[in-house]
C-alpha cells in the first residue's frame, strides 16, 4: 500500500492494519507471549527464552514499542519491556469489533 492511498481509508482502518503488520512476524508473536505469560517487565531473559541474537531481539522490541502494544522503562544500563496495558486494550477492542461483525453464513445466500 503507497503512502498516498492510505488516505483512501479510516484512521482506524490504517491503524489496524499498521497493528496487523507489526504482528506479522513469528519472533514478535513469541515476543509478546512471553510478555504476557511471564506478566512482569523483562530485559535480557529474551534472548535465552527465544534463541536469537540480541540485535535481533532489540528490532523486534523497537517494532512493537513503536506501535506502542509496549512500553519500555530505563533501568541502570539495561530497559525493561512490558505489555503498555492501555494500548493493548484498545487493540484488542479493534480487533474484537471486527471479528464480532461476523455473523456465519446465510446458508441461501453464501458461495
Same mark, same amino acid.
Given at each position: ?23 506479522? @512476524? ?33 528490532? @523486534? ?23 503498555? @496495558? ?26
Amino acid at each position: 500500500m503507497g503512502v498516498t492511498k492510505s488516505a483512501l481509508f479510516t484512521a482506524e482502518q490504517n491503524q489496524m492494519a499498521q497493528f496487523a503488520k507489526v504482528l506479522g @512476524h513469528p519472533a514478535r508473536i513469541a515476543i509478546i507471549q512471553y510478555l504476557l505469560k511471564s506478566n512482569t517487565c523483562i530485559n535480557g531473559d529474551l534472548v535465552l527464552e527465544l534463541g536469537l541474537a540480541q540485535a535481533t531481539i532489540s528490532q @523486534h522490541l523497537r517494532e512493537l514499542k513503536e506501535i506502542g502494544i509496549i512500553q519500555g522503562t530505563i533501568e541502570g544500563a539495561s530497559v525493561s519491556y512490558c505489555i503498555h @496495558h492501555g494500548r493493548w486494550i484498545e487493540f484488542k477492542e479493534i480487533f474484537s469489533a471486527l471479528f464480532d461483525q461476523y455473523e456465519g453464513p446465510d446458508a441461501n445466500t453464501c458461495c
